[in-house]
């Protein structure tokens, strides 16, 4: 990838810049905890986009995105945003490196990646990140990392329309080798946790499905979230959000809520306490523990908080009966991916299976992305 970028910056520019990437990311447990202020705990891949950048004394910002085989070219004023999707990201990097006091001046870059686009691994957010990161070492605006991941999120929002929280623009800015990154989305303090499985793989199992039901379920489980933590509240003062409440204080609101908001509160509680359990089984190395967590969320996720569907569910069992370590839906639900933890010796036997028996029933086959969690932004030397 280094090559190609390197010699078609060459072709349109004539000398070399300076190089960086980011990454995709996982998130190997915690779901739906961050809007009730709980952990995630999603690490960077080694799957990301790389760029090679050079101010270039213009009036306009050169881009060329080897991928799509498209040129573009944009001033930095607000009113001179770009029409191609993919150079909105960029553009919404600068300005809002901009907006925070930052220097950015026209500048000629080329980027390419191998993050699968829309399939879960936030091929957005290394995007961002990556151009987040370079233009600060570029310009020295010495903004720290967390800043940067804002920029990325702010990006997203006031660019691209997407409503997203912080979690894929933070492991991608924060991410590290070996490491996970435990992040408490309510005082967001975060810290790593060695994961390095040795004998094991990842294996993400895209369904590529997406069901239509994700944004009213989404808006509907928030809500009952918020009922939930509500009701508790009135006994204990002090939760704000689910993620405050302890089991026994939900036990005492059963007869207030609903049948269905109990339901949801149940996953929410234990989901929080199974990224501590998660943590403190990495610190021992016991993968083994960690594998049993991944299905009970996906448990959780498919009965109680009822985001799953028949194709994740398919996978889920499959896993189970083809001896996997450990495997949950990762994301939202409703479609897109599963997370698997594999030991090596299993992993070809169960990909094949997985293939043939779902593409056997659903009519196509799922894709299948092998992951190493790996450094986040980056200058490449
Ligand atoms: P994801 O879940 O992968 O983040 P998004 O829809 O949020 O999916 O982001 C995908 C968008 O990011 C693409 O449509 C494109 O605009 C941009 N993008 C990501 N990777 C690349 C790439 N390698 N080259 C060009 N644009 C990219
Ligand atoms: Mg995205």
Redesign the pocket.
């Known amino acids: 990838m280094k090559n190609r970028i390197h010699d078609k910056f060459i072709t349109l520019f004539g000398t070399g810049g300076d190089i960086y990437a980011s990454a995709?990311r996982v998130n190997l447990i915690g779901e739906h905890t961050d809007y009730n202020g709980g952990y995630v705990f999603p690490g960077a891949i080694d799957k990301g986009?790389m760029l090679e950048i050079k101010p270039n004394g213009l009036s306009k910002v050169q881009a060329y995105?080897?991928?799509?085989d498209e040129y573009c070219e944009f001033g930095l004023q607000e009113e001179d945003a770009p029409s191609?999707?993919?150079a909105?990201?960029i553009f919404g990097v600068c300005r809002e490196t901009i907006k925070r006091g930052g220097k950015v001046e026209a500048f000629s870059c080329v980027?390419?990646?191998?993050?699968?686009?829309?399939?879960?691994?936030?091929?957005?957010?290394?995007?961002e990140s990556a151009f987040a990161y370079a233009l600060n070492e570029l310009y020295s605006n010495n903004i720290d990392k967390f800043e940067l991941a804002k920029i990325g999120q702010s990006t997203?929002h006031n660019y691209?329309g997407?409503k997203?929280g912080i979690m894929?623009q933070f492991a991608s800015c924060f991410g590290k080798k070996g490491s996970l990154i435990r992040l408490n989305c309510k005082t967001l303090e975060y810290k790593y946790f060695p994961f390095d499985p040795q004998g094991y793989k990842l294996i993400l199992i895209d369904s590529c499905v997406k069901h239509e039901l994700a944004s009213s379920a989404y808006n509907q489980r928030r809500q009952s979230c918020e009922n939930a933590a509500a009701a508790i509240k009135k006994n204990h003062p002090e939760v704000d959000f689910l993620s405050d409440a302890k089991r026994v204080w939900l036990d005492e609101v059963r007869d207030q809520i609903s049948q269905e908001d109990f339901l949801r509160a149940e996953y929410v509680i234990g989901e929080v306490q199974r990224v501590l359990d998660v943590c403190d089984a990495l610190e021992r190395g016991d993968y083994e523990t960690v594998g049993e967590m991944m299905y009970q969320t996906h448990f959780g996720l498919s009965r109680l908080y009822e985001v799953s569907c028949e194709e994740l569910d398919f996978l889920n069992k499959l896993a189970r009966t083809s001896d996997v370590t450990g495997s949950r839906v990762m994301g939202g639900g409703f479609g897109g991916c599963t997370i698997n933890l594999v030991k090596d010796e299993l992993a070809d036997v169960f990909v094949n299976a997985a293939t043939e028996q779902f593409t056997a029933k659903f009519g196509h086959a799922p894709k299948i992305y092998d992951v190493v969690i790996s450094d986040g932004a980056r200058k490449v030397e």
């Open positions: 995709g986009i995105s080897l991928d799509y191609q999707s993919w909105r990201y980027f390419a990646g191998d993050v699968p686009l829309g399939a879960g691994l936030s091929s957005s957010a290394a995007l997203e691209c997407v997203c894929d």
